[in-house]
């Protein structure tokens, strides 16, 4: 049973689109959620961390969690060329260290 | 802003080397972590790290490897004898409290041959 699943596209998208990314998860003892953001060669940068369902907005950068649905979500307004990179969901079902479990990730591509 | 650093950015090694990766964590984080990820595959856990002891362990985190935290800001990842499905991305992650979320570097790229 996969934990995490998430679409790995390619997701492909003009300047200014509002882009959805979607993960779907099988633990119900999920509780923290991540986004995280991974430029080529480089490291996952944390773009939004939540804890239970509802919206966190940041920005153009807006995170959705409904855990009854086992679904999260992180919508993009306005996108920008240099929001091109891969997207990578990851939740935890504590918040005292445990590991992080990580969706695939999705590749997405903003055309200017 | 702090970050998490990692050397060497690439390392290649023979097969049945020894291989250490080495972290230096951002400096007031006491949690401390290695995932690796296998080219076109997740991100998988390995370890967690604190009070100078491991907290958690994944499957994949055998008798072949080894986390240590030789003084105050390092915090290395020794496989002992490397395999050729060992080569991956390994990325050092760490943060400040069990409230935070974990802060990941840019990775080591190890190549088995």
């Known amino acids: 049973q996969k934990e995490v699943e998430q679409d790995p596209g390619p997701l492909s998208v003009p300047e200014g689109a509002i882009v959805s990314l979607n993960c779907t998860y099988s633990n119900s003892a999920f509780q923290y959620f991540m986004w995280y953001r991974q430029y080529s060669r480089k490291g996952p940068e944390l773009l939004m961390y939540t804890y239970s369902s509802g919206n966190k907005e940041d920005g153009r950068f807006t995170a959705q969690v409904d855990k009854s649905s086992k679904y999260i979500s992180l919508f993009i307004r306005d996108s920008q060329p240099s929001d091109s990179a891969t997207y990578l969901c990851?939740?935890?079902?504590?918040?005292?260290?445990?590991?992080?479990?990580f969706g695939t990730g999705t590749s997405l591509t903003v055309i200017p | 802003e702090p970050e998490v650093t990692q050397t060497p950015s690439h390392q290649v090694t023979q097969m049945g080397q020894e291989v250490i990766l080495r972290c230096v964590p951002i400096?007031?984080?006491?949690?401390f972590y290695w995932y690796r990820q296998i080219l076109g595959q997740k991100v998988e856990f390995l370890v967690s790290f604190y009070n100078n002891e491991i907290s958690e362990k994944s499957e994949i985190f055998d008798d072949q490897f080894s986390v240590e935290r030789p003084d105050g800001s390092n915090f290395t990842l020794k496989i002992r004898s490397t395999k050729l499905e060992d080569s991956a991305m390994y990325f050092c992650?760490?943060?400040?409290?069990?409230?935070?979320?974990?802060?990941f570097g840019d990775g080591t790229r190890l190549s088995i041959l």
């Open positions: 400096s007031n984080h006491l949690y």
């Open positions: 992650a760490s943060s400040h409290d069990g409230n935070q979320p974990q802060h």
């Open positions: 990851a939740m935890s079902p504590s918040n005292t260290g445990n590991q992080f479990y």
